[in-house]
């Protein structure tokens, strides 16, 4: 079964940046529609960024520029650069796999994705 392990969450004060990363186990899964979502205590999981097989990138509005979804299929690895941190923008982060493509109406729904990672936490103060 694929794995998918974040790192680089932390604590940062307003304006500053993480590099967060998602690893997965087998080189399959990085095919299809790889994303980054994040939740913020009891609310639902919340699309931020997913990145295709060709590279096409999609952002929630909120993103409105801060943070760059990348990825490096060699290293089995994605990526989320988030700069200019926010209070708001405090919450679990999590990357999902596993569906085919990044549709314009589906990114963003987290029912489209079969692998999830753990989850890192990304708090950031005022």
């Known amino acids: 079964q694929v794995q998918l392990v974040e790192s680089g969450g932390g604590s940062v004060q307003a304006g500053g940046s993480l590099r967060l990363a998602c690893t997965a186990s087998?080189?399959?899964?990085?095919?299809?529609?790889l994303a980054w979502f994040r939740q913020i205590s009891a609310h639902g999981r919340q699309g931020v960024a997913a990145?295709?097989?060709?590279?096409?990138?999609r952002y929630a509005e909120f993103v409105s520029g801060r943070f760059t979804i990348s990825k490096d299929n060699a290293k089995r690895t994605v990526y989320l650069q988030l700069d200019s941190l926010k209070p708001e923008d405090s919450a679990m982060y999590y990357c999902?796999?596993?569906?085919?493509?990044?549709?314009?109406?589906?990114?963003?729904?987290?029912?489209?994705?079969?692998?999830w990672g753990q989850g890192t936490q990304v708090t950031v103060s005022s």
């Open positions: 999902a796999a596993g569906s085919p493509v990044c549709g314009v109406w589906v990114w963003g729904n987290p029912d489209e994705f079969d692998y």
């Open positions: 087998e080189y399959t899964y990085m095919s299809g529609c």
């Open positions: 990145i295709d097989t060709d590279n096409s990138t």
